[in-house]
């Protein structure tokens, strides 16, 4: 049996290496058009405020609107030799899935990074520029914290934004878990 003191202490442990375990920090963006003529950013950066506040916006402009029909899909890469598939890839229909978020819980969960600082959370038809405006770390390091244990490493979460099944940007965000 363990003493109380030697539960705290195990406590404050593991609550130590929990946080440890989970510090994840923006390592860079990258945004990219396919069809300038479709989609333009604006703007897309990350930014240090602090040593504990950063943040990620970007801003892309659609140029033929409304938007009907949209398909985001979403890989998680590790680095290893070369950016290896890690855990998800996985296409969603934003369309539908905005009619019915209970569906699928994987669209849920990534949707939940970055769904309080976007003005994407509305059904289709989208008819106006997309922000995701101040995404800050700390968010995404309590997003991670719920899917433990991730290794530690580099990682890319690429996506394919297809609009009318034709893949016109491209987001790119690096990320490092130590
Ligand atoms: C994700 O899966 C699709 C379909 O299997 C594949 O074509 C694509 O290359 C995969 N993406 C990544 C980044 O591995
Ligand atoms: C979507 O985001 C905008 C801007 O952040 C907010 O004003 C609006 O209430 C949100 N709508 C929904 C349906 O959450």
Redesign the pocket.
């Known amino acids: 049996m363990f003493s109380p003191v030697r539960l705290v202490q195990l406590s404050i442990f593991l609550y130590s290496f929990h946080q440890a375990v989970c510090k994840v920090e923006f390592a860079n963006i990258k945004c990219v058009t396919l069809d300038p003529e479709f989609a333009d950013f604006d703007y897309c950066y990350l930014k240090a405020v602090s040593r504990t506040y950063k943040y990620l916006s970007l801003r892309v402009k659609l140029l033929e609107t409304p938007i009907t029909k949209i398909k985001i ?1 979403v ?1 998680i ?1 590790q680095r290893l030799n070369g ?1 290896k ?1 890690f855990l998800y ?1 996985v296409t969603i229909d934003a369309c539908k899935f905005y009619k019915n978020q209970k569906s699928n819980p994987i669209a849920r969960y990534l949707y939940s990074f970055f769904k309080d600082y976007s003005n994407i959370n509305h059904s289709c038809p989208y008819d106006h520029d997309i922000i995701v405006e101040k995404l800050p770390i700390s968010h995404v390091n309590t997003q991670v914290t719920k899917v433990l244990p991730v290794p530690h490493g580099d990682y890319l979460f ?1 996506s394919n934004w297809y609009a009318y099944d034709i893949n016109r940007a491209i987001v790119d965000v690096y990320a490092t878990i130590s």
Do not use: G, K
Request: no cysteine.
């Open positions: 899909n890989a890469l950016y598939p890839n690429h």
